[in-house]
């Protein structure tokens, strides 16, 4: 079945512990992003690679890094996360820029 | 980025009825997409209509675009309570951004 696979689907952590969030795909698409999701703030997105090796900064990259070493696998890294970045967050993919998003079943992050 | 809204930002409705949802942008794009998000869930894409296109349909989906208007509707013919979700339009701008600009969403509730 193609699919965009984030894990954890739940994840509560304490401010200044790194984590990673996973995100893989099985579609061979090019193009992956990550997003977060906050009320009245709707979907703001935090990073985006066109390819391997290739990644750029959305809206509201600061806190976050991202690698892309293989096509398939985009993780999202917070090196020291702090409350306000309590989200809900999103990765997705694409087969080029400006096609429609496959995304995944989304990462809820809480930060105490 | 500029970004899109919806409106209205909820609509309730019978089972049978039609839904209308509306985007209003604010500069030239590329293409415009809809997706649906069931609560707390990943979106999933509905259709996508290209600047040069002024009409699309999928199933019970009919989708308008108005170039001059700068604003699309979303059309949900008989609905059914299963479309009951949140629906959001992205916005793709022409000229090379790399970043989709989502609405904040309209949520339907189709009561059985």
């Known amino acids: 079945e193609a699919q965009v696979t984030q894990n954890p689907r739940y994840l509560i952590t304490v401010t200044g512990k790194k984590l990673t969030v996973t995100c893989s795909q099985n579609m061979n698409h090019e193009y992956m992003s990550w997003y977060r999701q906050d009320p009245g703030l709707g979907l703001r997105q935090i990073y985006y690679?066109?390819?391997?090796?290739?990644?750029d900064k959305g809206d509201v990259p600061e806190g976050y890094k991202v690698s892309r070493k293989e096509k398939r696998n985009f993780p999202l890294i917070l090196e020291s996360p702090s409350p306000n970045q309590t989200s809900l967050y999103f990765c997705?993919?694409?087969?080029?820029?400006?096609?429609?998003?496959?995304f995944g079943s989304g990462t809820r992050l809480t930060v105490v | 980025s500029q970004q899109g809204e919806e409106d209205p930002q909820a609509l309730s409705i019978q089972e049978g009825e039609n839904a209308t949802m509306n985007c209003s942008y604010k500069t030239s794009i590329n293409n415009l997409q809809w997706y649906r998000q069931n609560s707390g869930r990943g979106l999933v894409h509905l259709i996508l209509?290209?600047?040069?296109?002024r009409e699309k349909h999928s199933g019970r989906l009919r989708v308008t675009l108005d170039t001059s208007k700068k604003s699309s509707s979303l059309l949900i013919t008989a609905s059914r309570a299963a479309d009951t979700a949140s629906y959001f339009c992205a916005t793709f701008e022409s000229g090379g951004s790399y970043i989709p600009t989502f609405g904040r969403g309209t949520s339907l509730i189709v009561h059985p």
């Open positions: 997705a993919s694409s087969t080029r820029r400006g096609d429609g998003y496959t």
């Open positions: 209509i290209r600047s040069n296109e």
């Open positions: 690679s066109m390819n391997v090796e290739v990644t």
